[in-house]
Antibody, heavy 122, light 108 residues
Framework: QVQLQESGPGLVKPSETLSLTCTVS??????????WNWLRQSPGKGLEWIGY???????HYNPSLESRVTISVDTSKNQFSLKLTSVMSADTAIYYC??????????????WGRGTLVTVSS | EIVLTQSPGTLSLSPGERATLSCRAS???????LAWYQHKPGQAPRLLIY???SRAAGIADRFSGSGSGTDFTLTISRLEPEDFAVYYC??????????FGQGTKVEI
């Protein structure tokens, strides 16, 4: 079965760049069926969608983060990645990767990773 | 951006009781572009309901969803011990960004 696993540093200094990778196992990131997403949950807050990438490299981001976010895909490694620049304490969160179908009526997130905690602190 | 407001924030119930969770949208998300997730600490969120009322694969039939437009409900008919968790609604209408409610914690 398909599984998603987030990885990356758990501590990032303010003003630096947060970089995370999601590895897809048991399936292919190159499928035409799915978008590959990043989401996060800040302490005491709800879930926030950050953006998605398609295997072609097409992306779409949440306007609230768009100026600082880049999501990319590496089909040779079966991975996709998140970069968030100029981080601040408000970016401290559990970061999740997840997939959703391309079909407009089915864009719920049917598979998630367990998440990885990233703390922004000097 | 469509804002989803969940109520109550916390629901204190006992095993065997019925849980009714509400999700209200700031504008219509149509008849089916609403999903519900269960989330336990340290675990991946799990899809329960999509299309407002369709159960995801492997989800027990004690979970049911209803509603359309701006008002949606998740009902757990008889709580099992493993059902105590946080539940989120999410809209995936054509209006990006996709958004989530702030969650309802179901506790003993």
């Amino acid at each position: 079965q398909v599984q998603l696993q987030e990885s990356g540093p758990g501590l990032v200094k303010p003003s630096e760049t947060l970089s995370l990778t999601c590895t897809v196992s048991g399936g292919s990131v190159s499928t035409d069926s799915y978008y590959w997403n990043w989401l996060r949950q800040s302490p005491g807050k709800g879930l926030e969608w950050i953006g998605y990438v398609f295997h072609s490299g097409t992306t779409h981001y949440n306007p609230s983060l768009e100026s600082r976010v880049t999501i990319s895909v590496d089909t040779s490694k079966n991975q996709f990645s998140l970069k968030l620049t100029s981080v601040m304490s408000a970016d401290t969160a559990i970061y999740y990767c997840a997939r959703n179908l391309l079909v407009p009526t089915e864009r719920y997130f049917d598979l998630w990773g367990r998440g990885t905690l990233v703390t922004v602190s000097s | 951006e469509i804002v989803l407001t969940q109520s109550p924030g916390t629901l204190s119930l006992s095993p065997g009781e019925r849980a009714t969770l509400s999700c209200r949208a700031s504008q219509s998300v149509g008849t089916r572009f609403l999903a519900w997730y269960q989330h336990k600490p340290g675990q991946a969120p799990r899809l329960l309901i999509y299309g407002a009322s369709s159960r995801a694969a492997g989800i027990a039939d004690r979970f049911s969803g209803s509603g359309s437009g701006t008002d949606f409900t998740l009902t757990i008919s008889r709580l099992e011990p493993e059902d105590f968790a946080v539940y989120y609604c999410q809209q995936y209408s054509g209006t990006l960004p996709w958004t989530f409610g702030q969650g309802t914690k179901v506790e003993i």
